[in-house]
């Protein structure tokens, strides 16, 4: 099974950036389809951003598109995902994910899960 470990949250100003980190360990990472999902307090878990194993292809949520970007680096056993433009809605803790078979923004899919990183953003 993988571990996962996200870090590099923390507190922003509106239209600030920040990036996120997770971290994988107990198997190659690059065994993985990985997703970020995010969870706002009083809100369901939600989708924001996925990539294939190879990091050929990503999808994202339509709230995030054009500010976040999502990465992995393979050798490094780390999935990234930078965020720019960043708006109170934003304030959420974030989630990565990891499943072996298709990518999917369905966060039920997704069969191990990091603790999350708390990224807080103010007006």
């Known amino acids: 099974q993988v571990q996962l470990v996200e870090s590099g949250g923390g507190l922003v100003q509106a239209g600030g950036s920040l990036r996120v980190s997770c971290a994988a360990s107990g198997r190659a990472l690059s065994n993985y389809h990985m997703g970020w999902f995010r969870q706002a307090p009083g809100k369901e878990r939600e989708f924001v951003a996925s990539?294939?194993?190879?990091?050929?292809?990503?999808f994202y949520a339509e709230s995030v598109k054009d500010r976040f970007t999502i990465s992995r680096d393979n050798a490094k056993n780390t999935v990234y995902l930078q965020m720019n433009s960043l708006k109170p809605e934003d304030t959420a803790v974030y989630y990565c994910?990891?499943?072996?078979?298709?990518?999917?923004?369905?966060?039920?899919?997704?069969?191990?899960w990091g603790q999350g990183t708390q990224v807080t953003v103010s007006s």
């Open positions: 994910a990891a499943r072996l078979r298709s990518i999917t923004t369905d966060l039920y899919e997704y069969n191990y």
């Open positions: 990539i294939s194993w190879s990091g050929g292809r990503t």
